[in-house]
């Protein structure tokens, strides 16, 4: 399925066979202090740059009703979020897992996203709007 907006994660999540438990990484873009004129200016020109995980959550996908609910609730947190990345937790035997289970893959996700291997995660953008990196 090629997702279009978050709100289709939020549908094909809720279709599954098993039971979901969705894992959100929150993460602002920038450039360290020690980055160079060409660094800055990539980053300006949307190219480059870092991603530093601000916060992380997991939630079922009953518990969201749109990408807008979850800015709202988001935007509770500062410094604000440029980027989301979310993955999903599979339920055995339709069992969702719980949140206690969703921890140690939480924290995978926030140290994969440090160390740059983000491929295995959906980003979207601050309109719920998916995220190309090349």
């Known amino acids: 399925m090629t997702l279009s907006s978050f709100d289709d994660l939020l549908r094909s999540a809720s279709a599954q ?12 873009a920038g450039v360290p202090d020690d980055a160079t004129d060409e660094q800055r200016a990539r980053f300006e020109a949307g190219q480059g740059g870092t991603l530093t995980p601000l916060m992380c959550v997991d939630k079922s996908p009953d518990e969201l009703t749109s990408f807008e609910a979850l800015r709202k609730e988001s935007s509770q947190f500062d410094p604000a979020w440029d980027i989301v990345f979310v993955a999903a937790l599979s339920g055995k035997a339709g069992v969702a897992p719980t949140s206690a289970q969703a921890e140690a893959p939480l924290q995978s996700m926030v140290d994969a996203i440090k160390a740059g291997r983000i491929g295995a995660f959906v980003p979207f953008d601050g309109q719920g709007q998916p995220v190309q990196f090349t």
């Open 17 to 28: 066979d098993e039971p979901q438990r969705l894992l959100f990484v929150f993460a602002t």
